[in-house]
């Protein structure tokens, strides 16, 4: 019975380490990617640095470095929690076998010693003779045979159990050793995301002193940061203004249909999501089953749809950020990417809408009540209306005007509304 639970312990430990494994497997694979973008984004840097001229180049890929460099310690940080509990846990199996094995030793301590009692074969004798009938001698005699092979048994579990013990101190050791180095890591990481942050500011400052420059390459980007997002919103209200009339449409045609087939009115039924003037966005943009369908798939992939590119970093985030003073709202991410890189749709879904803005291409495919757009296309592949399926290209990235750097920004919509799309996905 002991010897079960011993086993099912093992088992559950094993289990958790397994599982455990593949997480710290992740984390360790993440973590090593940052490390190469960061050493590809550092000689970029420094070949941009040796210009003696601070531009906006240097100051986007500092952005992209600050970046990695936090993400890369989040991740160290997730490792850190996952080491504690894989050493916690390592510990209180130690200390789980240590206690069997103080028991083992225990028993079959108690075993020898009646044993050395009982050694002479003229006391096992007497025993099996002194029984009541033949069928109590034989049991006896079994019962000897099974004492025996029981101790020698017990012998085994004892030194498994000590090799089980030695192997979880082994692992307890390596494991807080592997954690000694991921905190020298964040201490080194820390310091360096300190220094970036310095020279960020050394670089607005240099870029403060060269107020021509900046302020026309600030008003070109401010120009298409604003003519952008009023094309999208535009094709976005536009496809929702056309669904809800289609909408519309359909429900007065299913009525039209019903009082021809009763004219008198009676026992119409209505249809329970018949779309009116006064119904929200989210009822229009999921009023076909279709519709409805595509949006709840998109959302059942939430934290899992694939990057716009391949190979990317994130250099701006969402939401409100400040350049020289001057305030730009991000409605979507900033992704650095290879020259010439493809630029892929995230999931399935409907091409709603295509824009030539300054001279590159905007890209809108609706996902039901779900919107995804791709910003900054030197050219594009597919034609508005047209399906497309996940991961299909789409078209391919241009230089960002103010920067040189290629670059695609990518926004996600709910209906009228931007949302973070960095939480929708994968952990890259």
Known sequence: MKFLKIVLLLICVFLAVNVRAQS????????DKYSEELEKLNREYEETANNKRSTL???SLLKAQINLHEEKINTI???VRNLDNQ????????????????????????MILFAYRNQSSYNKLMFIFAAKDFNQSYKRLKYLQQFATYRERQAQYIEGTEKDLHVKINELDHTKKQKSTLLVDQVKEKKTLGKQKNDEVQVVNDLSKQQGQLKEQQRDLQRKITKTNQEINAAIRREIAEARRRAEEEAARAAKLANAANPDNKNVTVPKKAITKNSTTSEVLNATPEAAKLSNDFLGNRGRLPWPVTNGVVIQGFGAYYT??????????????????SVRAVFEGDVASINNIYGTYTV?????????????????GVSRGQKVSTKQNIGTVANESSTG?????????KGSSPVNPKIWLAPD
């Open 405 to 413: 750097i290629p670059q695609v920004k990518f926004e996600l919509w």
């Open 57 to 59: 180049k240097q100051l």
């Open 364 to 380: 809108i495919i609706r996902h039901g009540e779900y919107f995804t757009v791709y910003s900054n296309l030197r050219s594009v």
């Open 24 to 31: 710290s497997d992740e984390l360790r694979r993440r973590r």
């Open 77 to 79: 940080n997730s490792e």
């Open 87 to 110: 050493i916690s846990e390592s510990t209180n199996t130690v200390h789980s076998l240590q206690n069997q094995l103080d028991q083992l030793k225990k028993e079959y301590a108690a």
């Open 324 to 341: 020289e003073g001057i305030k730009n709202e991000n409605n979507g991410v900033d992704i650095k990417t290879n020259s010439d890189a």
